[in-house]
């Protein structure tokens, strides 16, 4: 009887040991082809803006702006005449746009963020959230806006 019981165990840590080879090896294949895929997708060619999307300056405009969000805009009350916030906008104009737009974009929406009248006949209004809707994507063609 005991050596049937250890036959049993045998035969089961075999079959555990078949299952975790098994398995290690498919993760290794999966790793194989997520390491192919990544070396296809570098070596397509790179253009400017797509330099512009993954630099330092469009991320170290990102923190600050988030910085801001967090430490500055959190101790005010909400001003910003526009949904999303101007700071939003920001962040979204510098992750989506090339260089030269994004600025011009971020400066344009500053000057139209003031508390003259006249914004009922170019954005709609949002009456739950109190604001004019304006959002990145009506300045940006939709293969530009990623997500």
Not at 52 to 60: D, I
Not at 61 to 74: A, E, K, P, R, T
Request: aromatic share 12%.
């Amino acid at each position: 009887m005991v050596k049937y019981a250890t036959l049993l165990t045998l035969i089961t840590i075999g079959t555990i040991v078949n299952a975790q080879t098994s398995t290690r090896t498919l993760f290794l294949e999966t790793i194989e082809t997520a390491q192919a895929q990544i070396i296809t997708t570098t070596t397509t060619e790179t253009t400017a803006t797509d330099f512009w999307y993954k630099s330092g300056l469009a991320q170290l405009g990102v923190v600050i702006l988030s910085s801001y969000q967090q430490i500055i805009s959190s101790q005010d009350i909400p001003a910003c005449n526009f949904y999303p916030s101007c700071s939003h906008f920001a962040q979204e104009a510098l992750t989506h746009a090339p260089f030269p737009q994004n600025v011009l974009l971020i400066s344009d929406r500053l000057q139209r963020c003031n508390g003259l009248p006249g914004k009922d006949f170019y954005y709609p209004f949002l009456p739950d959230k109190g604001r004019y809707y304006d959002p990145i994507s009506n300045y940006l063609p939709s293969s530009k806006h990623r997500n």
